[in-house]
């Protein structure tokens, strides 16, 4: 299932882009897919396929987690931005 990921903030800088468009049933899943397609996201952004402390995933602008068994559907938008890119 299609799953859109923005990044924003620190992430966005290491991701090197806006978003992707990856396959993936839950969090962890979009992670594993995150660490083979972007390699300098992944080295500073995430550690054994789960986000660092101070990243944050947001899932269709209402759910923060980061647990790898969070479920998502077809169409979901997952955001991943450092703890501190608010305001």
């Known amino acids: 299932m299609s799953i859109r990921v923005e990044f924003y903030g620190i992430a ?9 468009e990856l ?10 897919r995150l ?3 972007l390699p300098e996201f992944s080295a500073a952004c995430l550690k ?10 947001n899932v269709n602008g209402q759910t ?3 647990k790898r068994d969070t479920p998502l559907n077809e169409g979901d938008d997952v955001l991943i931005l450092s703890a501190d890119a608010g305001g």
Do not use: K
């Open 12 to 20: 966005r800088q290491r991701a090197g882009v806006e978003f992707l």
């Open 23 to 32: 396959e993936g049933n839950t969090l962890g899943e979009v992670f594993d």
């Open 35 to 37: 660490q083979t397609q």
């Open 48 to 57: 054994e396929g789960e986000l660092l402390p101070g990243f944050l995933a």
């Open 64 to 66: 923060f987690s980061s």
